[in-house]
């Protein structure tokens, strides 16, 4: 398959395209670095820089889109919201406005999206058809979920990615925890009753492929382990696998302080089950978080 990809660079892009290039797939990565494509993607990997490379003339069978500002890495001011929107939605909207003009249309388009589409819901779990929250991530998904599912109109299956927390020991928020786990120093995030829907990187990768070779796949499917835990449960299975106590508590009322809005993305949290992918006999090879811990950090 000759295969578009958005976001390729990132960390869940670098392993999406090992995978498809190492099964046959001839990838184009969009980055706005092109020149660290080849190392971070393959070296027979094509790079653009730019949409207006795509020419009419060239042909995708599918499109994988993926690009978007990290979501937690700095303060949520009104600037800040504004380039995390442009970053997906301008983007994404651009991206169908290309499928559009392309003389032949790939068959589909995958479309990352995230569980905050759903809001801040404390204990109901969700699956594909629960409505959307009202907050700013719930909105900002809603409306990239929007642009992508534009491109239906021109006759191309479209597959969102409603992603939970990817579990991944090289980036990511567990790269970010390891480190003071190890020192003993994790600490359970307010009273740790907030729930934690996440995904082992490999049943991530797994499923795209999946929502990618089937036809009959289309609309939102949460990308989240069978067995979501809450914050507490999260802090102990990863103090137990590091072999260390995790002890402490971050009070909530420091790190609203510290983060602002973007404190709702740990504090808050919603309870997301993968009803689609489960219905549809998608096999999750990590279903509970011991297993994912144990395989993640084994060596
Ligand atoms: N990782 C998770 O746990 C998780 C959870 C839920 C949803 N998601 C979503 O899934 C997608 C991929 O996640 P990831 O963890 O792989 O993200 P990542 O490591 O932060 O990579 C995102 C990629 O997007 C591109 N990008 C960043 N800012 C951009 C901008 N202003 N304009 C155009 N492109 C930009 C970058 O590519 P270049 O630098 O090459 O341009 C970057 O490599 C993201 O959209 C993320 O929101 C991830």
């Not at 892009?13 to 190492?22: E, P």
Request: aromatic share 8%; charged share 20%; hydrophobic share 45%.
């Amino acid at each position: 398959m000759r295969i578009l990809i958005t976001g390729g660079t990132g960390l869940i892009g670098r392993t999406l395209c090992a995978a498809l290039s190492a099964r046959g797939d001839e990838l184009t990565v969009l980055s706005r670095r092109p020149q660290q494509v080849a190392d971070l993607c393959g070296s027979g990997v094509h790079a653009i820089q730019h949409l207006d490379e795509w020419t009419p003339e060239m042909q995708f069978d599918a499109v994988i889109n993926l690009a978007g500002e990290p979501i937690v890495d700095a303060y949520w001011t009104s600037k800040r919201k504004q380039v995390l929107r442009d970053s997906r939605i301008q983007l994404t909207q651009q991206l169908v406005k290309k499928i559009q003009q392309a003389k032949t249309k790939p068959r589909v388009l995958i479309s990352a999206s995230a569980i905050g589409y759903y809001g801040m819901v404390p204990d109901l779990s969700l699956d594909e058809h629960a409505p959307c929250g009202k907050d700013f991530s719930a909105q900002l998904c809603v409306d990239w979920e929007r642009a992508a599912s534009a491109a239906k109109e021109f006759g191309v299956r479209v597959v969102l990615l409603r992603t939970g927390l990817v579990l991944d020991e090289t980036g990511g928020m567990l790269k970010k925890m390891l480190l003071p786990f190890r020192c003993a120093l994790g600490s359970r995030l307010g009273d740790g009753k907030q729930w934690m829907s996440w995904i082992h990187w490999q049943d991530y990768l797994l499923a795209v492929l999946y929502l990618l070779d089937h036809p009959e796949a289309n609309s939102a499917f949460n990308l989240t382990a069978p067995a979501p835990v809450t914050n507490a449960e999260f802090t102990q299975a990863l103090a137990h696998v590091v072999g260390r106590p995790a002890v402490f508590v971050a009070p909530a009322f420091i790190l609203k302080l510290a983060m602002g809005e973007r404190s709702d993305l740990l504090l808050g949290g919603q309870k997301v089950v993968p009803h689609r992918l489960l219905q549809s006999g998608f096999h999750f090879e990590f279903p509970d978080l011991p297993s994912a811990f144990q395989e993640i950090l084994k060596s």
